[in-house]
T-cell receptor, first 113, second 116 residues
Framework: DQQVKQNSPSLSVQEGRISILNCDYT??????FLWYKKYPAEGPTFLIS?????DKNEDGRFTVFLNKSAKHLSLHIVPSQPGDSAVYFC????????????FGKGTLLTVNP | GAVVSQHPSRVICKSGTSVKIECRSL??????MFWYRQFPKKSLMLMAT?????????EQGVEKDKFLINHASLTLSTLTVTSAHPEDSSFYIC????????????FGQGTRLTVV
């Protein structure tokens, strides 16, 4: 049972345009969501997060939107840059002291110059 | 920012041997560390939660006798793959928690294990 789903395995955009990465979840107990960026053969790097009590969080070129009723979140990158090309993982946390993260399968973003 | 160092980054071993992977939090104390495994084109799968000074908590389906986890100090957790087999070949990643959930988990660089 996949509780965090990233249905698009890949996305290709032109430099300067907006990249929109989507993530859906099924567990209503998730209360915190995170996006990670991962280059090949490296560990993930934390990008941005959002609490379930918010619907938007912005950090520079990165904005995460959360739609709780739809159990959907998205990461917007604008303007996209070639260096943004990587795999992006959506992750969710259900609270508690153990801080376990459930990850989606990732979306490979390619930003073309 | 917080740094988690994982060593080695790449290891090749023979079937039947054991391999130890270290995960260190360099500038903070991590009471909890996590070990993940990533299969090709798959998500990160949590293997176990490592708590300093106590036994690790393994996820369902993970063999605790095969994947030995030791969290000896607040800055070091180790994963030992015992009697390695080719199917254990994978990318193993550790992460450490710092503070509250709002800061996100910090990940090591990962270890590419190849068992021949």
């Amino acid at each position: 049972d996949q509780q965090v789903k990233q249905n698009s395995p890949s996305l290709s955009v032109q430099e300067g345009r907006i990249s929109i990465l989507n993530c859906d979840y099924t567990n209503s107990m998730f209360d915190y969501f995170l996006w990670y960026k991962k280059y090949p053969a490296e560990g993930p790097t934390f990008l941005i997060s959002i609490s379930s009590i918010k619907d938007k969080n912005e950090d520079g070129r990165f904005t995460v939107f959360l739609n709780k009723s739809a159990k959907h979140l998205s990461l917007h990158i604008v303007p996209s840059q070639p260096g943004d090309s990587a795999v992006y993982f959506c992750a969710a946390h259900s609270g508690g002291s153990n801080y376990k993260l459930t990850f989606g399968k990732g979306t490979l973003l390619t930003v073309n110059p | 920012g917080a740094v988690v160092s994982q060593h080695p980054s790449r290891v090749i071993c023979k079937s039947g041997t054991s391999v130890k992977i270290e995960c260190r939090s360099l500038d903070f104390q991590a009471t909890t560390m996590f070990w993940y495994r990533q299969f090709p084109k798959k998500s990160l799968m949590l293997m176990a939660t490592s708590n300093e000074g106590s036994k690790a908590t393994y996820e369902q389906g993970v063999e605790k006798d095969k994947f030995l986890i030791n969290h000896a100090s607040l800055t070091l957790s180790t994963l030992t793959v015992t009697s390695a087999h080719p199917e254990d070949s994978s990318f193993y990643i550790c992460s450490a928690r710092m503070g509250t959930a709002s800061v996100g988990a910090f990940f090591g660089q990962g270890t590419r294990l190849t068992v021949v």
